[in-house]
Every structure is written in structure tokens, then in C-alpha cells.
């Protein structure tokens, strides 16, 4: 998966490119957490270039997200594709995470 | 009458193997039309079981092998995977309650629940010395192979 991440103000802009799995959840982890060292306590990880998200991919949200929580920050997904909007929905992560439809919206929610 | 189309991988017990699995289930997916919109969760339920087999079931350092049977029928797609690990039902994981609020949340049999989610139907046998994991997606009764 390809990770390509911008500041817009205070907020952090990930774009996502390609499977968040196995084989991609353990280098995002590293990724995300060392954007969140640098500074800042909003994040957008946009996945309109992600097919699909696997239980690998759940855990590295929920930790980004128990530490934005934990730090007073805030944290949102946008553009989800039906395979990944499914994924979230069956296990409830579509309840403890901020989805938007496109960045725009994103970023305005975040702002 | 039914026609089956069938094909097999056995991969060692490598998580970076998985990739393997997807990519030939990929293959054959893209020359059967019905399994074409199944490509991505096909592959999320591969990526659970196999990454599951490889992580927990070998309580040695040596090479494994894992068996992944795909057969194609005209109502349904059946995939069989096989490893010699120690048994393991994951059938019998407690699902996740997934109305937790965040902070109480954990992704322990999160993966299960996916695919038992994404399958019509999954089933697990000890035989000998292997893990043997069933599953069935029943296709749309109008679809055909190709």
C-alpha cells in the first residue's frame, strides 16, 4: 500500500493506495504513528483508492483511533468503497469511526 | 448437471505466501464472470484464515505447507484449506461485540466474524493430523459459468 500524507492547517491528509491487509497493516502502522509523533492531533485517511480492508487494517484504525481519542484529538475516514463500507459496518467500526464521503467534507468536520 | 471447475496452491507457511493465494484466485476469478464482483472479499477471507494458520497454528520453526482447494460449481464456489498445524477450530472464537464504545473495543475474532460474514457457510474438521476449513459462497441462481 502506498502512503502519501500532506498537512492541510493542523490536519493531517493520508491517502491510502491499495489493500490494507496482512501484508500492508504492519508499515501503515509504522507510518501513521510516526506522522502522529511528528505533531498534530487530526487526521484524515482518505480511501477512495483502497479496494479493500482486512481485520490487519481494522486494527491499525483502532489504535490510531484510541490514540487521537486518548490525546483529545480527531480522527476520519473518506471515500470508503461498498467492500470496505461492508467491512466496517459487520464489526461496528462504522459506530466508533467518523466516516465522510469525500475529503472536502472530510476536512470541513475536522476544521 | 453440474460442471465443476476446480484449481489448487499449496503455499508454505510464509505470510508473504498469502499474496500467492490472492493473485491465483485472481487469475481464475477473471475468467469466470460470476466470481468477478467476489474477487475483493474472497480475498479478505483468505487473508484472515491464511494469515491466522501461519501466525498461530505451528508451535515449530519448520516449513509448513497449507493446501488451498477453489471449486467452482454452477451454484457455488467452494474453498477447502488444509495445514498440519496443532488443532485449531476458529469456529469456536467468541464473536466480537462489536457495540462496544472505542476505547473498550479490541480486534481479537474480529477476522472470523468477517468471513463468517462474507460466506454462506464454513465448517471445521480435525482429520489425522490436519485442520481441514470448509467454506461455501452460494452464487446468484441466474449466473453461469463461463
Same mark, same amino acid.
Given at each position: ?21 496482512? /501484508? ?84 470541513? /468536520?475536522? /476544521? | ?12 507457511? $510464509? ?17 469466470? $464472470? ?49 495445514? $498440519? ?48 476449513? $470448509? ?12
Amino acid at each position: 500500500m502506498e502512503i502519501n500524507a500532506a498537512k492541510d492547517n493542523d490536519i493531517w491528509i493520508v491517502g491510502l493506495e491499495g489493500n490494507f491487509d496482512i /501484508a500492508s497493516a504492519n508499515p501503515a502502522e509504522a507510518r501513521l504513528t510516526e506522522l502522529l509523533d511528528e505533531g498534530g492531533l487530526k487526521m484524515v485517511l482518505d480511501f477512495s483508492q483502497v479496494p479493500y480492508i482486512a481485520s490487519s487494517g481494522l486494527r491499525v484504525l483502532l489504535k490510531v483511533a484510541q490514540r487521537l481519542k486518548n490525546d483529545g484529538g480527531m480522527f476520519g475516514l473518506c471515500g470508503v468503497n461498498n467492500t470496505v463500507g461492508e467491512v466496517l459496518e459487520m464489526t461496528g467500526f462504522d459506530k466508533i469511526l467518523s466516516l465522510y464521503e469525500d475529503q472536502g467534507r472530510a476536512l470541513e /468536520a475536522l /476544521a | 448437471m453440474d460442471s465443476m471447475v476446480t484449481f489448487d496452491i499449496v503455499i508454505s507457511n $510464509d505470510l508473504a505466501e498469502i499474496q500467492k493465494v490472492k493473485e491465483s484466485f485472481n487469475q481464475f476469478a477473471a475468467s469466470h $464472470d460470476v466470481l468477478r464482483t467476489l474477487g475483493p472479499k474472497i480475498a479478505i477471507v483468505f487473508d484472515e484464515i491464511l494469515s491466522n494458520i501461519i501466525s498461530y497454528a505451528y508451535r515449530d520453526e519448520k516449513r509448513h505447507e497449507i493446501e488451498i482447494g477453489v471449486a467452482l460449481l454452477v451454484d457455488r464456489l467452494l474453498l477447502k484449506i488444509t495445514d $498440519d498445524g496443532i488443532p485449531f477450530n476458529p469456529l469456536d472464537r467468541k464473536p466480537p461485540d462489536t457495540g462496544l464504545p472505542i476505547d473498550k473495543r479490541t480486534i481479537g475474532g474480529l477476522g472470523i466474524h468477517i468471513l463468517r460474514s462474507f460466506m454462506d457457510e464454513v465448517s471445521y474438521q480435525r482429520r489425522g493430523e490436519n485442520n481441514i476449513l $470448509d467454506l461455501v459462497k452460494i452464487l446468484e441462481p441466474t449466473t453461469e459459468i463461463s
